[in-house]
């Protein structure tokens, strides 16, 4: 209520902001944040962006504006654009704290927390205060979202916290349907405020029904397919050892697209003195079974385990894409970080750990960071825990930029996904140019194929697979599989066509195009698609029915 009362009694000054904004020749974040600060409240206070754009969406139509000038003006003020640079935006959110399986040495326990979790960690902190309930999680980060500008309407829904599969079933079937009833519910078009715990309707008690859980989640699924907030990718974080045909049958079930392994190292020597309680062969497995179902597979490595070496994990890096059994689609690096509490601790009095210095660990990662292939993404390098929690070692966050750097300074080039991605620069679809980039695993043989600018920076990419082994889905048996689409640039609101941005100048369906051309080249008479909910009707318009848990579309 306060802020509502401090907005309209400023309102002619937060109205001076906004024109002034809106008329800015050059509305870079310096610019914009100068004009904020020269105009100060009643009170001589610095307005909040959120407080300037919540002012614009309540009184915008005394402004008159043009289109243009209202373009330019959610531009400039937007914050923290690099969130919804991908062409989605993010929502993740982590499950109620539960018992783990494994017994790493380096991993931290905190009781309020899923375990590997630290309450001081970003998103800990978001969940803790929705009492991980997974409606209020999602629903209060799109109010968010609302609130500093992003638009809202794609989503992209992680699920963290512990190791999923461990998890009871009905509690996990539950928890991604209330995550797709907060996505249902939410409405960017209308004025949105942030929940607690009794603005929603109290959920139903998990049934032990499993199959009545099962038909609540495909009904929420369903009315997502048209809600104006999709989900258009799922990923789910697991360990290897838990994935069997029955657990791929199950992601699938539930809407996942992407599965996050926790995979550590590729030694078994080195997983054992780590007490991480599987081995490199359940590795292979999980990748054998999750690629032939067509899942994106976003691998977990970690640098500086207990036993291990520079030299060590240089050459364990370089198995990840060597190996035809790996390959992973998108990487997270986490150096080995110490935490009080741990068994990892007691070596490190013991003297028989240490961490890497920041001259070993810029060495490592540069090793990580020039050996990554244009195919793979490097979504992470560092975890983001609190330099509070970390006793000894690398408190910097931001090493990555700080490797990057170095690495832009000597001339040599970086090739992964991340890195070369267009951001939301404007551009001319005839300067593009399509690549393929061909690569074998143990399961298949995979296309990577991307629309890239003359500076080699990506517009959008395609992951085709052509299985070489059985499949154990029968509705793809036979079948050529999209695994991902995904067209950067700032994302674009469903049903609107971009000004030359990459979400919608085409790039999507070329590739499809080119894909099925590959398809059939190669003698697949069908091509299926792991399609995300809210991405059904986009594939269903080029021709691909949905069959079991798949689209399909006969070549």
């Known amino acids: 209520m306060k802020k509502r009362l401090k907005i309209k009694s400023n309102k002619d000054i937060l109205l001076q902001i906004i024109k002034e904004v809106a008329h800015l020749e050059n509305p870079n ?34 402004l008159h504006f043009s289109p243009d000038e209202e373009k330019k003006f959610l531009e400039a003020i937007k914050m923290k654009k690099v969130r919804t640079k991908s062409g989605v935006a993010p929502v993740a959110i982590l499950t109620k704290p539960f018992p783990c399986p494994g017994q790493c040495i380096y991993c931290p326990n905190d009781p309020n927390m899923p375990k590997s979790y630290l309450s001081m960690e970003p998103g800990s902190q978001r969940a803790l205060s929705n ?54 519910d939410f409405d960017p078009l209308k004025k949105v405020e942030y929940k607690k715990k009794s603005d929603i ?36 974080e697991t360990r290897p050892d838990f994935i069997s045909k029955d657990e791929v049958r199950d992601l699938r079930r539930l809407g996942a697209t992407k599965v996050q392994l926790g995979i550590q190292s590729l030694d078994d020597e080195i997983l054992k003195l780590n007490k991480r309680g599987h081995r490199v062969r359940e590795t292979k497995k999980a990748f054998r079974l999750l690629r032939l179902s067509g899942f994106k597979i976003q691998a977990h490595w970690m640098p500086n385990l207990y036993g291990s070496t520079l030299v060590q994990d240089a050459g364990d890096f370089r198995k990840l894409f060597s190996n035809d059994s790996f390959k992973p689609d998108e990487l997270k690096i986490y150096p080995c ?17 240490k961490p890497y210095s920041e001259e070993q660990l810029l ?34 966050s931001n090493f990555r930029q700080i490797v990057e750097a170095d690495l832009e300074k000597r001339g040599i080039k970086i090739n992964d996904i991340r890195y070369r991605e267009i951001k939301d620069e404007k551009i001319d679809f005839s300067c593009l140019k399509l ?20 500076e080699d920076k990506i517009a959008g990419f395609l992951r085709l697979s052509l299985p070489k082994k059985s499949v154990f889905f029968e509705e793809i048996v036979g079948s050529a599989m999209i695994r991902e689409v995904h067209v950067y640039g700032e994302l674009v609101e469903i049903g609107k066509k971009g000004d030359k941005k990459a979400q919608h100048v085409g790039i999507g369906s070329e590739l499809i195009k080119e894909a099925e051309k590959i398809a059939k080249k190669n003698g697949f008479e069908k091509i299926s698609v792991i399609s995300s909910i809210g991405t059904r009707q986009y594939y269903q318009k080029k021709g691909y029915n949905l069959v079991g848990l798949y689209q399909i579309k006969k070549l």
Request: with cysteine.
């Open 131 to 184: 009492d991980f309930d997974p409606y209020l999680q999602v629903y209060n980060r799109l109010v968010a979202y609302k609130k500093i500008g992003h638009k809202t309407d794609k989503v992209e829904l992680i699920v963290l916290g512990g190791t999923w599969s461990y998890y009871p079933k009905d509690y996990q079937i539950w928890f991604i349907k209330r995550a797709f009833d907060a996505m249902n």
């Open 363 to 396: 060495w490592i990662l540069q090793e990580c960071l020039t050996s990554t292939p244009r195919y793979c993404r490097l979504s992470r390098v560092v975890r983001d825990i609190s330099s509070f929690d970390i006793f000894a070692g690398n408190k910097k």
């Open 337 to 353: 970080s110490l935490i009080k509490g741990t068994a990892l601790f007691d070596l490190y009095l013991k003297g028989k750990w």
């Open 29 to 62: 974040q310096e610019n914009v944040a100068r004009t904020i600060i020269k105009h100060p409240s009643t009170k001589s206070e610095t307005f909040s962006k959120s407080q300037i754009i919540e002012t614009y969406n309540n009184f915008k139509k005394e």
């Open 435 to 454: 690549k393929n980039t061909p690569y074998e695993t143990t399961v298949s043989s995979e296309f990577f194929l991307e629309y890239v600018t003359p």
């Open 201 to 236: 309707v109290k959920d139903e008690e998990m049934s032990h029904d499993i199959e009545a859980l099962w038909e609540g989640l495909y009904a929420s699924q369903k009315k997502n397919e048209t809600a104006k907030t999709r989900c258009v990718g799922l990923s789910i």
